[in-house]
């Protein structure tokens, strides 16, 4: 079993940042972020694996304005998230799986262990 627990969630203008944190209780290979409007399905944001080398995965949506990174002897993943819009308001997720994350990375159902979410709301 693994516990994830977020933080860094809050409210920000248009064009601000915010850093997000997770930190699991032990390693998994594929740490993620997921993000959830009401009525709308939950959707990958970015992904990372570390095995040896550093593999990450992003939306196209935020390519060029979100980072993910890790440190894997805090077994903690990040999101820095720059040049933020509107649109990016949502219940963000952390999440885990022991194995690759592969091309399906962006698939919820793949994902066995979740945090309790943390809010982002991006006002313009």
């Known amino acids: 079993q693994v516990q994830l627990v977020e933080s860094g969630g809050g409210s920000v203008q248009a064009g601000g940042s915010l850093r997000l944190s997770c930190a699991a209780s032990?390693?998994?290979?594929?740490m993620a972020w997921f993000r959830q409007v009401p009525g709308k399905e939950r959707e990958g944001v970015a992904a990372?694996?570390?095995?040896?080398?550093?593999?990450?995965y992003y939306a196209d949506s935020v390519k060029g304005r979100f980072t993910i990174s890790r440190d894997n002897a805090k077994n903690t993943v990040y999101l820095q998230m720059n040049s933020l819009k509107p649109e990016d308001t949502a219940m963000y997720y952390c999440?885990?799986?022991?194995?690759?994350?592969?091309?399906?990375?962006?698939?919820?159902?793949?994902?066995?262990?979740w945090g309790q979410g943390t809010q982002v709301t991006v006002s313009s």
């Open positions: 999440a885990a799986k022991d194995f690759a994350c592969g091309g399906n990375w962006g698939r919820s159902r793949d994902y066995n262990y």
């Open positions: 032990r390693y998994t290979s594929c």
């Open positions: 990372i694996i570390y095995g040896g080398g550093v593999i990450s």
